[in-house]
């Protein structure tokens, strides 16, 4: 079982025809959806590769929290420890995205009420192959949790994937340069590797943040692919050329592709691979949560690009 902590969101997506939007302006709305967000992406695109998933964080009693976990639960991920406040309420992300792919966000933080982990996290942390957090937090108690659970897994020997993230401006990013020592596996951006590392250099900062306890680091590039590194590998994946869409997510279901490759003990090249051509089946579909990439669209863009299928399970399409 892969726990999922934390950052359990909906989103409501809308796809624009430009910005900016201006008061008093009005532009038509080409797509709109509300589901599952924030973590719960990597959640489905975990389950949609195989694994099997749990989710413990918090939501509130009310229609937000219905969408969530009902979209969560459609997917086969286990949302029996998901803690539902009654006088609680579920952050909700508005995404906005327009004709280039580029989101743009809207965040209300809701109100959470859970200070520490519930002893039913602990146990599943405990007993779970694995453990995925990333480092949003709309309440200045998140981050104390989520630091909470990965100290717990790291009493457990039970690897940690985390992915820190821009941050929520609104509260001190410290947290996350101490989380990177209890990380097994960090997943960061190029401009957040900068930012943790204090160096620019994709390289430089990747090997740099390695040294700060990670048994691997993944620097996301973008269009350019990723930069994986453990111990004294390197390999550089490169980007695959596919129309961008929407972009939103393609970090989430990214870090899902690595856990499934980390857990299969897949070289970094394949991890790569994957990772790229999961990131590149999202941002070809719009929205998010239950319009994460499935099996089919990752095969056949690794097929596309006559990347190694090995490793992966098999496709529920008929043509496979």
Request: hydrophobic content about 45%.
């Amino acid at each position: 079982m892969i726990s999922i902590i934390g950052d359990l969101i909906a989103d409501l997506s809308l796809r624009i025809e430009a910005f900016p939007i201006n008061g008093g302006s009005m532009q038509r709305v080409h797509y709109l959806a509300v589901g599952p967000g924030g973590a719960s992406n990597v959640a489905i695109t975990a389950a949609r590769l195989g694994l099997s998933v749990s989710c413990l964080g918090e939501v509130g009693d009310d229609r937000f929290g219905r969408v969530v976990l009902d979209g969560l639960a459609a997917e086969g991920v286990d949302v029996s420890d998901v803690a539902v406040t009654p006088d609680g309420e579920t952050p909700v992300a508005g995404v906005l995205v327009d004709q280039s792919g580029e989101p743009a966000y809207l965040g209300y933080p809701g109100r959470l009420r859970l200070v520490s982990p519930p002893q039913s996290w602990t146990e599943a942390i405990q007993g779970s192959e694995a453990a995925f957090a990333d480092g949003w937090a709309d309440h200045d108690h998140v981050p104390g949790l989520i630091m909470d659970c990965m100290q717990t897994a790291k009493r457990a020997k039970v690897p940690f994937f985390f992915d820190p993230g821009p941050g929520n401006p609104a509260f001190d990013l410290g947290w996350h340069f101490q989380a990177c020592g209890l990380t097994t596996v960090l997943l960061v951006t190029e401009s957040e590797a900068a930012r943790l590392a204090g160096l620019r250099d994709p390289m430089a900062s990747g090997r740099h943040l390695l040294a700060l306890g990670p048994e691997m680091v993944v620097v996301k590039r973008g269009a350019a692919g990723c930069l994986l590194l453990r111990g004294g590998d390197v390999h550089i994946a490169p980007g695959l050329p596919v129309e961008a869409r929407d972009k939103t997510g393609a970090g989430d279901s990214l870090a899902a592709a690595v856990i499934y490759g980390y857990l299969n003990r897949l070289p970094l090249e394949s991890i790569g691979a994957l990772a790229n051509a999961t990131g590149a089946a999202k941002v070809r579909k719009l929205g998010t949560g239950r319009n994460m990439p499935d099996i089919a669209e990752i095969r056949e863009v690794l097929r596309q690009f006559d990347l190694p299928l090995s490793g992966l399970p098999r496709s529920p399409s008929p043509s496979d």
